[in-house]
Structures are given as structure tokens and as C-alpha cells.
């Protein structure tokens, strides 16, 4: 059984806190939104879905915490959660897409009467939540033949359980494969500065019994040329119109690396993770996040006092070097840009 990422309990916010993984797993619950704005800061709650997820509840908790009894105060209410939330974290599009979808719920429905337009919103984000559990079902699905028995399959960062609603991006082929009955090794890079390969990846595919070799980042070209990697798969927090796809930084390093060592190199996203608003990856936001996740990670300085740092979070992998995109509609191959828009809902 999949660990459930983010899900709503009487009347709260229920999320696993990723920032204590894989040590302890505990979880915040919350009905304040300054709370949650927090937490997709920090990171307890990540990954594109779940920050979408988590989004879209944020906008319901909004609603019914509104002490408005006429629309435009609500609408007010709501439209000032959701300029919030969209403050929080710029890359990943899901926490854009899922806004909006809360946004046109309530366009949508805004001649009802207060109340009821306050149980939509609710059930609207409810269903972001169940439409990703889907999503993530079919992409398993649909990713799952790519994994033979035998493979080495590299992955970076998290695209699992943790970072959706359900199964997760890309480890919903790897656990779909291994439902099947398939034999393979998953290497993980420890994807640094936030480890979440080390500290997430590994633990959910520990939890299910799958061979799971972690490394470093700067190992992953080494393990290559010893032949160790059949196949890399990510996920994506972003991807343009023309197959550019940002994710987790040092995919891109990996996505070259792979190239160089004629080992196909897939993405797998939902459609809520394509931006059909840009053209290239050019286009794409990249957060650039604290100093101190580099000088102190996890709480031991590491660098001289006032060096200077650069910690973008995200880098784009132009779409050239990607071999395929899975999603729950299937696999999409080069030429991306003529695959993508079709997929467009
Ligand atoms: O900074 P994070 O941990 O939110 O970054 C997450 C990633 O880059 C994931 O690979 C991406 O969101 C895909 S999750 C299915």
C-alpha cells in the first residue's frame, strides 16, 4: 500500500511531513492556511501533484472558514487564499493548474446560494485529489512495459507516492513492473541539496521490497559506463508545449549524461504537469531557493561564513534529449511538440 501523501480529516489538512522522513513518519495536520503556505515552503508537503493537491484544499479551507454570507465577499475570500497560495512556490504548474481549477469551480457556480458554493469548492479540491490517485494508476499502467526484468533503472529526486495523490510519476511504472512480478535494481540519486532521493525515494522503494541501490549525484556517469543503467526515469514539475521538461535540479545533468551513454531517458508526468501556455522551457520559472540549504544542510554548517551561493532548485532538460514522456493517456515519443498539444483537455 502506497503511503497517503495528503488527504482531508475532520475538518483539517492531513499531510505526511516529508522534512522527517525517512526517520519518522509523522504528519501535520492544519485549517490554517498560513500553515499550509508554510508547509509547501518548506517542503513538508512537495512534489508537483501534491503541491496541487495541497493548493486546491488550501482554497476549500478558505471557503469554509469565510465568514461571508454574500458572494462577493466570498469570492473575495477566495480569490485572496488562492493570490496566496499561488505566492508559495513558482516552478511546479500543478499548484497553477489546480488554483485555476478552483478558481473556475467557483466561476462556474458563483448564482449559488453561499453555502453550497462553499461544499463545491470543497468537492472540488477533493476531486483534484481523486483525479491525481487516477492519473497516477494509469501512468503505472502505461510505463510499466518499458521495465524489463534485469534493468537497471536510474531515477532523481521523488516521483512517487509522497509527491501525488496516489502511486506517484515515475516510481507508478517501477511499481507497477514489480506488481508484476518483474526483477530489476533501482538506482537513486540522493539529488542534492534537499536529498530527497535519499531520504524519500529510497524509503518508499524499500517499502516495497524493490532492489534499491542508492548514489550519489556526481556517481551517476560512472554507474552508466559500468553498463549498471537501462533506463532513467524521472518526473517533471513543469513541461513547455515543445517537450522541454523542469524538474528537480540535476535532471538535466543526468537527462546529458544518459545521451552520452545511449541510455533512453523518459519522463513521466500527468497533464496536469504541461504548461500549455508556453512555447519552450525558457519560459519556466526557476525557484531559486535559501543559501542555507547549501552552507547547512540538515544543520552542519559546511561552508565558509559569507561565501556566496547560487541554489536554483529546478533546471530545465530540453526536450532532445528526451526519449518519451508517460502519461495516463500513454507514452508520448518524439516529435513531443506534434504529441503534446493533442493531449491538451
Ligand atoms: O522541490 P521538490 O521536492 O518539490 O521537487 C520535486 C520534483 O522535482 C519532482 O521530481 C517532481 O515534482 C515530480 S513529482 C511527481
Known sequence: MAVETI?????????????????????VE???????????????????????????FGVALAALKSKADKHEDLRRDIYK????????RPTAVNLFWSLERMKRAFEKNKEKPVKELKTILFNEAQKILEDDRERCGKIGENGKGLIKNGMGILTHCNAGALATGGIGT???????????GKNFTVYVDETRPLLQGARL????LMQHNIDTILISDNMAAQVMKEGKINIVIT???RIALNGDAANKIGTYGVATLAKAHNIPFY???????????IKTGLQIPIEERGPEEITEGFGRRIAPYNIKVYNPAFDVTPFSLISGIITEKGIINPPLDDEIIKLKE
Request: avoid cysteine.
Open 7 to 27: 488527504k482531508w480529516e475532520n475538518g483539517k489538512i492531513k499531510m505526511v511531513d516529508q522534512t522527517k522522513l525517512p526517520l519518522e513518519l509523522v504528519y
Open 30 to 56: 492544519t485549517d490554517d492556511i498560513n500553515i499550509l503556505w508554510d508547509s509547501i515552503k518548506r517542503l513538508v508537503v512537495r512534489g508537483a501533484p501534491a503541491i496541487g493537491i495541497a493548493a486546491g
Open 81 to 88: 487564499a488562492i493570490d496566496y497560495l499561488a505566492a508559495s
Open 170 to 180: 515515475a516510481l507508478a511504472s517501477i511499481f507497477a513492473a514489480a506488481e508484476e
Open 201 to 204: 525515494t529510497s524509503w518508499e
Open 235 to 237: 518526473g517533471a514539475d
Open 267 to 277: 519522463i513521466a508526468a500527468p497533464v496536469s504537469t504541461i504548461d500549455f501556455s
